[in-house]
């Protein structure tokens, strides 16, 4: 758990995590685009689900303007292979197993839910640039209406 919160003008941290297929992302190989990276609690939940289909739909739209998704949670490769076959997913989808990635981001620590405090993945959204620098640190974000929340901050409305 952290209470570490990056903000604009931070390096992004890097990682190495395996995505849906069973192939490592190096997190500063994609430098030189932009990047959204965006955490999220578990793979097929109602709230994940309308999430991920939301970035899906609007994938073209962010593709067209150079800028990379990429969906990190704690499932392993074997729930975001489904998820992503379920919901024909196709962007990057990010296995945080060891929770190590999202503590670097501080996207694992307390959050409000249903009224109790709860030790979990708090949905987050960050931008980063081409140089790898944090743009954008968005804590604590709505599934619904996210996407459209990010296509204003990147101009691509």
């Given at each position: 758990m952290t209470d570490a919160r990056l903000a604009p003008g931070d390096l992004a941290p890097d990682f190495?995590?395996?995505d849906q297929d069973g192939t490592a992302v190096t997190l500063s190989d994609l430098r030189g685009s932009r990047v959204v990276l965006y955490f999220y609690p578990e793979a097929m939940?109602?709230?994940?689900t309308t999430e991920a289909c939301d970035f899906r739909d609007n994938l073209n739209s962010f593709?067209?303007?150079?800028?990379?998704v990429l969906g990190v949670s704690?499932?392993?490769?074997?729930?975001?292979?489904?998820?992503a076959e379920r919901d024909r997913l196709t962007f990057t989808l990010l296995a945080d197993t060891d929770l190590a990635v999202q503590q670097a981001y501080g996207t694992w620590g307390e959050k409000s839910l249903y009224g109790k405090i709860v030790v979990g993945a708090i949905r987050s959204t960050?931008?980063?640039?081409?140089?790898?620098r944090i743009e954008k640190a968005l804590y604590n974000v709505k599934a619904t209406g996210h996407?459209?929340?990010?296509?204003?901050?990147?101009?691509?409305d």
């Open positions: 190495t995590l395996l939940t109602p709230g994940c593709a067209a303007a150079g800028v990379r704690k499932d392993d490769v074997d729930k975001l292979k489904r998820f960050f931008i980063i640039g081409e140089d790898g996407v459209a929340r990010l296509r204003r901050e990147l101009g691509l």
